[in-house]
Protein backbone atom coordinates (compact mmCIF):
# COMPACT_ATOMS: atom_id res chain seq x y z
CA UNK A 1 0.00 0.00 0.00
CA UNK A 2 1.66 3.55 -0.86
CA UNK A 3 2.14 5.84 2.34
CA UNK A 4 -0.10 8.70 2.99
CA UNK A 5 1.93 11.92 4.22
CA UNK A 6 0.07 14.68 5.58
CA UNK A 7 1.41 18.52 5.46
CA UNK A 8 -0.35 21.84 7.54
CA UNK A 9 -0.47 25.21 5.00
CA UNK A 10 -0.75 27.92 8.63
CA UNK A 11 -0.87 31.28 8.05
CA UNK A 12 1.12 33.21 10.99
CA UNK A 13 1.12 36.72 11.38
CA UNK A 14 1.81 37.81 7.96
CA UNK A 15 3.18 35.27 6.55
CA UNK A 16 3.32 31.29 6.75
CA UNK A 17 4.64 28.56 8.65
CA UNK A 18 7.61 26.38 6.78
CA UNK A 19 10.33 23.66 7.95
CA UNK A 20 13.50 25.48 6.08
CA UNK A 21 15.73 22.54 5.28
CA UNK A 22 19.91 22.85 5.56
CA UNK A 23 22.31 20.67 4.55
CA UNK A 24 20.09 18.00 3.07
CA UNK A 25 23.19 15.13 1.84
CA UNK A 26 20.51 12.46 1.41
CA UNK A 27 18.85 14.70 -1.22
CA UNK A 28 21.61 15.56 -3.96
CA UNK A 29 19.24 17.73 -6.45
CA UNK A 30 18.34 19.61 -3.41
CA UNK A 31 20.42 20.69 -0.11
CA UNK A 32 18.51 23.45 1.26
CA UNK A 33 14.65 24.31 0.25
CA UNK A 34 11.64 24.61 2.71
CA UNK A 35 8.75 22.73 2.98
CA UNK A 36 5.30 22.52 4.12
CA UNK A 37 5.38 20.33 7.65
CA UNK A 38 4.33 17.37 8.17
CA UNK A 39 4.71 13.82 7.83
CA UNK A 40 3.62 10.19 7.78
CA UNK A 41 0.20 8.99 9.27
CA UNK A 42 0.50 6.58 12.20
CA UNK A 43 -1.76 3.46 12.37
CA UNK A 44 -5.01 4.23 12.72
CA UNK A 45 -4.51 8.41 12.99
CA UNK A 46 -6.83 10.17 10.36
CA UNK A 47 -5.23 12.83 8.25
CA UNK A 48 -6.32 15.54 10.54
CA UNK A 49 -5.01 13.75 13.99
CA UNK A 50 -1.85 13.02 11.90
CA UNK A 51 -1.28 16.44 10.50
CA UNK A 52 -2.19 18.14 14.31
CA UNK A 53 0.28 15.68 15.67
CA UNK A 54 2.74 16.53 12.82
CA UNK A 55 3.04 20.27 13.49
CA UNK A 56 2.86 19.79 17.00
CA UNK A 57 5.83 17.96 16.75
CA UNK A 58 7.91 20.46 14.35
CA UNK A 59 6.70 23.61 15.40
CA UNK A 60 5.58 23.10 19.01
CA UNK A 61 2.34 24.90 18.23
CA UNK A 62 -1.28 23.71 18.18
CA UNK A 63 -3.70 24.52 14.95
CA UNK A 64 -7.03 22.90 13.97
CA UNK A 65 -7.32 21.72 10.55
CA UNK A 66 -9.54 24.03 8.63
CA UNK A 67 -9.95 22.05 5.10
CA UNK A 68 -8.39 20.18 2.47
CA UNK A 69 -6.22 22.62 0.21
CA UNK A 70 -4.64 19.95 -2.36
CA UNK A 71 -3.75 16.64 -2.91
CA UNK A 72 -1.33 14.91 -5.11
CA UNK A 73 0.86 11.72 -5.76
CA UNK A 74 4.05 11.49 -6.17
CA UNK A 75 5.30 8.47 -8.29
CA UNK A 76 8.95 8.76 -7.10
CA UNK A 77 7.76 8.55 -3.61
CA UNK A 78 5.19 6.24 -3.39
CA UNK A 79 2.90 8.16 -1.71
CA UNK A 80 -0.27 10.46 -1.69
CA UNK A 81 0.40 13.76 -0.55
CA UNK A 82 -2.41 15.94 1.30
CA UNK A 83 -2.16 19.24 1.93
CA UNK A 84 -4.48 21.33 4.58
CA UNK A 85 -4.98 24.48 5.71
CA UNK A 86 -4.67 25.10 9.39
CA UNK A 87 -5.33 27.37 11.74
CA UNK A 88 -3.42 28.46 14.68
CA UNK A 89 -4.59 28.25 18.29
CA UNK A 90 -1.87 28.05 20.99
CA UNK A 91 1.64 27.30 21.36
CA UNK A 92 4.76 29.09 21.14
CA UNK A 93 6.34 28.96 16.96
CA UNK A 94 9.81 27.06 17.25
CA UNK A 95 9.41 24.65 20.11
CA UNK A 96 9.14 21.53 18.45
CA UNK A 97 10.59 18.50 19.74
CA UNK A 98 9.92 15.91 16.76
CA UNK A 99 12.31 13.31 16.15
CA UNK A 100 13.65 15.61 13.54
CA UNK A 101 15.18 17.84 16.55
CA UNK A 102 16.76 14.71 18.62
CA UNK A 103 19.69 14.40 16.89
CA UNK A 104 18.52 10.84 16.47
CA UNK A 105 20.92 8.78 14.11
CA UNK A 106 17.89 8.14 11.49
CA UNK A 107 17.81 11.96 10.56
CA UNK A 108 21.63 12.13 9.98
CA UNK A 109 21.72 13.12 6.56
CA UNK A 110 18.70 14.93 6.86
CA UNK A 111 20.70 18.19 7.99
CA UNK A 112 19.00 20.99 9.66
CA UNK A 113 15.25 21.63 10.25
CA UNK A 114 14.58 24.86 11.03
CA UNK A 115 11.21 26.26 11.57
CA UNK A 116 10.68 29.91 9.75
CA UNK A 117 7.79 32.22 9.41
CA UNK A 118 8.26 33.56 5.72
CA UNK A 119 6.35 36.76 4.71
CA UNK A 120 3.54 36.47 2.47
CA UNK A 121 5.75 38.56 -0.15
CA UNK A 122 8.28 36.78 0.10
CA UNK A 123 7.10 33.25 -1.04
CA UNK A 124 7.39 33.09 -4.11
CA UNK A 125 10.97 33.69 -3.73
CA UNK A 126 12.06 30.51 -1.69
CA UNK A 127 12.24 27.17 -2.99
CA UNK A 128 9.59 25.86 -1.69
CA UNK A 129 8.91 21.71 -2.16
CA UNK A 130 6.87 20.32 -3.52
CA UNK A 131 7.22 22.81 -6.93
CA UNK A 132 3.84 21.94 -8.00
CA UNK A 133 2.01 22.80 -4.27
CA UNK A 134 3.99 25.94 -4.61
CA UNK A 135 2.28 27.07 -8.20
CA UNK A 136 -1.51 26.13 -6.69
CA UNK A 137 -0.38 28.07 -3.11
CA UNK A 138 1.08 31.31 -5.07
CA UNK A 139 -2.06 30.92 -7.07
CA UNK A 140 -4.48 31.28 -3.80
CA UNK A 141 -1.75 32.93 -0.97
CA UNK A 142 -3.91 35.84 -0.80
CA UNK A 143 -7.19 34.22 -0.19
CA UNK A 144 -5.98 32.24 2.56
Known amino acids: MDRIRVAGIIPMGDGFAF ?8 RKDYQEYYTFPGGGLEEGETPEEGTIREIKEEFGIDVKVVKKLYEIYSDKFHQKEIFYL ?5 GEFGTGEGPEFSNDPHYIDSGKYI ?30
Request: aromatic share 4%; glycine share 2%.
Open 86 to 90: CEYVS
Open 19 to 26: MHRKGVVK
Open 115 to 144: PEIVKKEDVKNILLLPLEIKEKFLENISNL
